[in-house]
């Protein structure tokens, strides 16, 4: 069973998000939003269908990286996220919640040995690119 796929995103706390997002886009030319910008790319496998990693900067007093203390967390983009998650379970990996689903994906959260709160992503990649289109994310 394939695990880890790639990476879905890289989110992050800063004191003022939009001023960040905003440096980003001058000096970087990342196209942002407001919740930050993603990165579209083909998938290796079938380079007909795209892919996408998100970029986030969060507001510093943001829970959702709770009960991590940490101030960045990582999403994996996952295959059978239901499947992984029972594997991870037998093996003693710390999960918060349950699955939570979405039309652009199925979303779990995991705890590494350091503390890290980590996203797995099971995403539906063509709905996650209509929704990128009319920027309700």
């Known amino acids: 069973m394939k695990r880890v796929t790639g990476i879905g995103g890289i989110f992050f706390k800063c004191t003022n998000p939009t001023e960040v997002k905003s ?32 970029w986030s900067p969060m507001d ?14 990582v999403n994996f983009r996952v295959e059978n996220l239901e499947a992984l998650i029972a594997v991870l379970k037998e093996e003693g990996v710390q999960v918060i919640g349950e699955i939570q689903s979405y039309e652009y994906g199925k979303f779990a959260h995991i705890m590494d040995p350091e503390g890290n709160k980590v996203e797995l992503w099971e995403p539906v990649d063509e709905e996650y690119d209509k929704v990128a289109d009319k920027k309700t994310f």
Not at 23 to 51: C, I, M, Q, V
Not at 60 to 73: I, L, R, V
């Open 23 to 54: 440096w980003y886009s001058k000096h970087l030319g990342l196209n942002t939003d407001e919740y930050g910008t993603s990165f579209e790319w083909r998938k290796a496998e079938n380079p007909n269908e795209k892919g996408y990693t998100a």
């Open 60 to 73: 510093e007093k943001t829970d959702y990286f709770a009960p991590s203390e940490q101030s960045f967390m």
